[in-house]
């Protein structure tokens, strides 16, 4: 009784903790690496050893917590760690190049060739998830949006309100095998049996893309219907602010010619080409052959290194731009740190037996026509973190060593808890007064951040809904 009690306030306490630094919006890494600490710690004064696979102790209570850290990071840095850091690499590398400008250029240009505002809405959607593969930072996204796409739709006639509405919700469930989201999750399942030897790319096109293409298109026509209700509203309660002019910036045009604009506008998603028609070669022709996400990586920037000395044919000028790859992955550590912050937080639940309890809990609801409770309670925890927060992710890094254990003792598919876990977090950071991307676009379009939200709301609430349940019908 007396551990129970031990057990359970301190795993509440620790937890109430994050979900505060969380909703604060401070950096939660080190708080998560001090509570796991703690909870290790405690596991210890209660005589429970760390549950930690492959864990050698160092021989010093005090030490052990810290070696967990070392363990859990040697572990990520084999895994997943090493895969989102080259990707980081890429993508900073792609941005020194202007490679990432092109992709943006040629995929926007067409948009100013149609006319009808409410046909743009869908297309405009449709078109930056599309171009999340480029540029997966929501804000980062959103600024350039602003800049480059955001006066051609308000010389189409869009409202600003849609407009900022449409860009807002421009990063969400794109299925791509580089996102650091789906390459955690896939390592993750690849412990399981199940689902050994699974890589990102199994995990995207077998399993996220059948949820998340859906739901894009079904949002895209929630999207047409809701704001051009609202605009409807807007005009007749004669609101000029929806649609005060604004000052638009003018965005340099992309100089060369028609090879280079074609290259270096492939060159970014080149990675994904390569592991889509890897994929399609192993199904058409049952090969054995398999591109990993690194290996496609490394082979798209081999290319682009090539590209720009066949450009500038300054071979040294070339070399010295390579910088901004490991730069890039440098930049990448803060995202592997927290995956391992959020092991050794849960390293800690487990070892003072919180996770067991949650698993033999879980086994109540096999076989009773309840296990879509499991999965609706974290999208119900995710929304509420994620609006109060304004993260869309850092929830579903801290819920990923969880997925499996709990999935199984409940008696269903950790599928079934990864993709509404991993696209709700997504699609409601879209429906935060406090989420950058929706400061950065109300700051723009000079409106209040509610009133972005009122826009951006009813379309990504309805994609949860229809995500969830087509999950479930699918997963379970």
């Known amino acids: 009784m007396g551990d129970n009690l031990v057990m359970y306030a301190s795993a509440i306490i620790s937890v109430l903790i ?4 969380l909703i604060k919006k401070m950096d939660i890494k080190i708080s998560l690496f001090l509570m796991g600490i703690i909870l290790i710690l405690t596991s210890m004064a209660m005589g429970k050893e760390i549950d930690l696979k492959d864990f050698v102790s160092t021989g010093s209570v005090w030490l052990d917590p ?21 990707l980081g690499g890429y ?11 092109v992709t943006v250029s040629a995929l926007t240009k067409p948009i100013s060739k149609i006319k009808s505002v409410y046909v743009l809405v ?47 919700t421009s990063a969400t469930i794109v299925p791509t095998p580089l996102g650091s989201d789906n390459v955690a999750i896939a390592e993750e399942l690849a412990k399981h049996a199940s689902f050994a030897n699974m890589n990102v790319t199994d995990y995207v096109f077998n399993y996220h893309a059948v949820i998340s293409i859906p739901t894009l298109i079904f949002i895209a026509i929630v999207h047409y219907f809701w704001q051009k209700r609202m605009d409807k509203k807007a005009n007749l309660a004669g609101d000029a602010g929806a649609d005060a002019e604004i000052e638009m910036k003018e965005t340099a045009e992309i100089t060369g010619g028609k090879l280079f604009k074609t290259v270096y506008a492939i060159l970014p998603i080149f990675p994904i080409l390569l592991l889509l028609g890897a994929y399609a070669v192993q199904l058409s022709t049952g090969s054995s052959i398999t591109i990993s996400v690194e290996v496609a990586t490394l082979v798209s920037l081999i290319l682009a290194i090539v590209c720009e000395l066949i450009r500038h044919k300054s071979s040294k000028s ?13 930049g990448a550590i803060p995202i592997v740190a927290l995956l391992v912050a959020a092991s050794v937080f849960v390293t800690g639940l487990k070892s003072i037996g919180l996770v067991d309890e949650l ?5 109540h609801v096999q076989g009773n026509g309840m296990s879509f409770i499991l999965p609706l309670i974290l ?3 995710t929304a509420l973190i994620v609006i109060l927060s304004g993260s869309g992710t850092a929830l579903f890094f801290a819920m990923v060593p969880l997925v499996v254990p709990l999935a199984i003792s409940a008696g269903i598919s950790p599928i079934s808890i990864s993709i509404p876990l991993g696209l709700s977090g ?14 950065i676009v109300a700051g723009t379009v000079k409106a209040d951040p509610i009133a972005i939200v009122k826009r951006t709301s009813v379309p990504m609430i309805a994609g949860v809904v229809f995500m969830f349940i087509l999950s479930m019908i699918v997963f379970l």
């Open 66 to 86: 810290l070696q967990v850290i070392v363990t859990q990071f040697k572990q990520t840095f084999g895994a997943a760690g090493f895969i989102i850091l080259i």
């Open 91 to 101: 993508t900073a590398y792609m941005s020194s190049i202007g490679a990432n400008e």
């Open 122 to 168: 869908p297309i405009v959607f449709l078109l930056g998830n599309l171009l999340s593969l480029v540029i997966p930072s929501a804000s980062n996204l959103a600024i350039i949006l602003l800049a480059t796409l955001y006066p051609i739709l308000r010389k189409a006639g869009m409202s600003a309100l849609t407009a900022g509405a449409v860009i807002a």
């Open 318 to 330: 070339v070399l010295e731009k390579t910088e901004s790859f490991f730069k890039g992955m440098g």
């Open 426 to 439: 997504n699609l409601f950071r879209a429906v935060s007064p406090v989420a950058a991307v929706i400061l």
């Open 379 to 381: 999208v119900a925890l």
């Open 18 to 21: 994050v979900i505060y630094m």
């Open 359 to 363: 698993q033999a809990s879980m086994q």
